[in-house]
C-alpha cells in the first residue's frame, strides 16, 4: 500500500532581511494511512514549518508533499482550499476560536464552511459528550477555561471526519488533565475512525500516544540517539 503522506526532501528557507534562515534542510519521510504519527524536537527545529507546508498552508522552496496521491504544489489556490476543507482538521496550539460565537457555533462552523451543514448531528453530540462539553456549548470563548476552549478547537477539527488530523503542539498550553482529554481523544478518533494523526510536540509523554516517533534537529530528521534533548 502506497504512503497516505509523502514528504519528498522538502526545503523551506526564511528571509529575515538580508539574513536567511534555513528551516527546513531537505525533510523525507511518508505516513501511512491510518498511522499515528508524532513529530518531536526543539524549539527552531523546523516543526512548525513542516506543519504548515504538509497542510498546504504555504509552499516549500523545493522538494513535493504529497496527500493522499495529490501533489500539493502542483494544485490551484481553489484546489487546494477544497482539499484543507475536506480532507484535514487542524488543531492549533493557540485555539483560534471565534470571540462572538458559543462553543456550538464554533465547532458548526467548520461544517457549514465544508458545506456539511449539521448533517450529522448524532456524531457531533457523540464528539462533543467525549470531549466533555455538552454542558459547556452555549458558552463563548471567553466563559471557558483554555482546557475546554482546545477541546472546542479539536471537536472542531474533527466534525467533518477528516482523513489527516494535524496537530500542531495540541497540549502545548494545557494542564495535564485536559492534555490527557484531548490526547485520547486524537488516539480514539485515529483507532475508531481510522484518520491519518501528525501530532507535532515537545512533550515526551504527549509523543508517546503515536505509533510512531519522527525526531526533529535543525530543520532535519535525526536519530533519537543523536537528539540530546529528548528523554525517552
Do not use: C
Not at 509523502?6 to 528551516?23: C, F, M, Q, S
Not at 491510518?34 to 506543519?51: A, D, N, R
Not at 509552499?59 to 489556490?77: E, Q, Y
Not at 457549514?112 to 459528550?129: H, K, Q, V, W
Amino acid at each position: 500500500m502506497g504512503a497516505f503522506i509523502e514528504a519528498i526532501d522538502l526545503r523551506k528557507t526564511y528571509h529575515v532581511g538580508k539574513i536567511d534562515v534555513p528551516a527546513l534542510r531537505g525533510i523525507s519521510f511518508s505516513v501511512q494511512k491510518g498511522e499515528f504519527v508524532t513529530v518531536v524536537g526543539p524549539s527552531g527545529s523546523g516543526k512548525s514549518s513542516l506543519f504548515y507546508l504538509l497542510g498546504g498552508l504555504t509552499r516549500a522552496d523545493s522538494g513535493k508533499v504529497i496527500l493522499d496521491g495529490d501533489d500539493i504544489a502542483a494544485l490551484t489556490d481553489a484546489e487546494r482550499t477544497r482539499m484543507r476543507k475536506h480532507k484535514i482538521g487542524f488543531v492549533f496550539q493557540k485555539f483560534n476560536l471565534l470571540p462572538t460565537l458559543d462553543a456550538r457555533s464554533n465547532i458548526g462552523i467548520a461544517q457549514e464552511i465544508s458545506g456539511n451543514g449539521r448533517s450529522d448531528p448524532a456524531f457531533f453530540l457523540r464528539i462533543t459528550d467525549l470531549l466533555g462539553l455538552s454542558k459547556r456549548l452555549h458558552h463563548r470563548p471567553s466563559e471557558l477555561s483554555g482546557g475546554e476552549q482546545q477541546r472546542v478547537a479539536l471537536a472542531r477539527a474533527l466534525i467533518n471526519k477528516p482523513a489527516v488530523v494535524l496537530a500542531d503542539e495540541p497540549t502545548g498550553n494545557l494542564d495535564t488533565e485536559n492534555s490527557n482529554t484531548v490526547l485520547k481523544m486524537l488516539r480514539q478518533s485515529n483507532q475508531e475512525l481510522g484518520q491519518t494523526v501528525l501530532m507535532i510536540t515537545h512533550n515526551p509523554e504527549a509523543a508517546k500516544y503515536g505509533d510512531r516517533i519522527i525526531h526533529m534537529r535543525d530543520g532535519q530528521i535525526v536519530n533519537p540517539e543523536e537528539d540530546p534533548q529528548w528523554v525517552p
